[in-house]
């Protein structure tokens, strides 16, 4: 009974606060929601793009000469393919959000595993092949799951791409909060090693904006580095 509320708790706080998910199964050298380090260095991760949004996250993050990473979905790329050059001209990691932001935990529920193998090793190859008609060099090194979706067959596919998992510590600008409860929350994640999620597709990111722009100030005012992933995770 013991382990059973503890669970509930871990479980409560993760929902409330934000956060991906932990398991203590993952395979720890290829999945990764926080950098493990007592450095005052923080990162920046936007998720579902490219969109009508990233343009201000750009001119946002060359302000403060901020390197980013961005989880692109493929189904989008296409779309947006001067945004998918801009990310990359400006110094920015691009990365895979799969294609087509299928939710693997119900996915999970109507295939096998090894269909789901099957299904994922399909979207990142789309993913790749869409990413590579507009920049034909492109490295892409991180893969993050729609949903911060993780069991130990992921690591397998992701394996076969070279790919490291990035999951997150903490995000929340998809809820309906308001934006000063919003940029509350985000302040209070504040902590060595924290990787932020953001989002710059989809619907409006106009908050998204203007939460991103104070939690930069409250960074740097606190004495945080906001550096690029790829920096710290090889």
């Known amino acids: 009974m013991h382990r059973i509320i503890l669970t509930l708790i871990f479980f409560l706080f ?57 989880f692109m979905l493929g189904e989008v790329v296409k779309y947006y393919p001067d945004f998918v050059r801009k990310v990359y001209e400006s110094g920015h990691s691009i990365a895979s959000h799969t294609y087509y932001h299928n939710n693997f935990y119900k996915l999970q529920k109507k295939l096998s595993v090894d269909e789901c193998k099957i299904k ?15 920049i034909p060099q492109v490295k892409i090194k991180f893969l993050r799951m729609p949903n911060g979706y ?17 999951n997150w510590t903490f995000g929340c600008d ?4 308001t934006e000063e409860e919003m940029v509350k929350r985000y302040k209070e994640a504040l902590q060595p090693g924290c990787i932020y999620l953001f989002h710059d597709g989809g619907k409006n990111r106009r908050k998204t904006v203007n939460v991103l722009h104070q939690l930069i100030e409250h960074c740097i005012s606190n004495g945080y580095k906001i550096e690029s992933l790829e920096g710290w995770i090889k």
């Open 150 to 166: 993780y069991k130990n067959w992921v690591s397998d596919v992701a394996k076969k791409y070279g790919y490291k998992i990035v």
């Open 14 to 70: 993760t929902i409330q606060h934000g956060g991906s998910k932990e398991n203590n199964d993952v395979d720890k050298t290829i999945f990764f929601w926080k950098i493990d380090t007592k450095e005052k260095v923080v990162f920046l991760t936007f998720d579902d793009g490219p969109g009508k949004y990233t343009e201000d996250v750009l001119q946002l993050l060359k302000k403060y000469n901020i390197k980013a990473t961005f």
């Open 120 to 134: 994922l090793d399909e979207e990142l190859k789309m993913t790749e092949d869409e990413i590579k008609k507009i």
């Open 174 to 177: 998809w809820h309906n909060y």
